[in-house]
């Protein structure tokens, strides 16, 4: 079964995203880009608030910007985005750096927006050591993911992946309309934030949406 994972900028939006029996809650700044990071004290906050009840994740930025800080403790998964990067940071260098969480493995399929290295480019035993691995979207610009990779190169992608024993996790401004490309990929994780706000990925998180994207996930 896909798993749903949601990204929230507040803890009222992760005690939304809880009421909506989400798997997992990610923390974020949509503000600040894909993979913006949101503030220390926040991230903070909601670790505290969801207490344990689903797995916390938090985005940390692009990875060229980042200054080495301390992560909040308590997260189960960090990561941070590959742009301007023509080769992406192994597990051993950004678990130096993650503490006591799992680093992710991030690819932006628009990789050209980003001056980023290409989905395509990538040796799928790159991967080894990382429990997940995020195909994204840098660019928010109208497209998804779907514009940029094919279903059935996803498709392999992710049972290369399986292979391993190492998850896929799919994003890039997903929607209801592509739950149906989704699923003949069956990736582990399915994760979003726009399809299920008011008014897009800067808006506020809605319960009614978010259940009836799980609805829909999981029928």
């Not at 985005?81 to 503490?99: C, D, M, R, V, W």
């Amino acid at each position: 079964m896909i798993k749903l994972l949601v990204s929230v900028r507040s803890v009222e939006e992760a005690e939304t995203a809880l009421a909506g029996g989400v798997d997992l809650i990610d923390v974020k700044e949509p503000e600040l880009g894909s993979l913006g990071s949101a503030a220390h004290s926040t991230i903070q906050e909601i670790i505290a608030r969801v207490g344990g009840q689903v797995p916390v994740s938090a985005a940390l930025g692009e990875w060229i910007d980042w200054s080495p800080a301390p992560i909040p403790s308590g997260l189960t998964f960090v990561k941070w985005g590959p742009s301007s990067l023509k080769e992406l940071p192994s597990y051993q260098t950004l678990k130096t750096f993650a503490s006591e969480a799992e680093p992710v493995s991030v690819l932006y399929a628009d990789g050209h927006k980003a001056d980023s290295v290409s989905p395509l480019q990538i040796d799928p035993k790159f991967f080894s050591g990382f429990q997940v691995v995020l195909i994204d979207t840098y660019s928010k610009d109208g497209s998804n993911l779907f514009d940029h990779l094919e279903t059935s190169w996803l498709r392999q992608f992710r049972e290369n992946l399986s292979l391993q024993g190492i998850a896929l996790a799919l994003a890039g401004s997903l929607n209801l309309s592509t739950l149906e490309e989704v699923k003949k990929i069956g990736p582990q994780w399915v994760a979003v934030r726009g399809a299920v706000c008011e008014q897009g990925r800067t808006g506020k998180v809605s319960l009614a949406k978010i259940k009836q994207f799980r609805d829909q996930l999981t029928n």
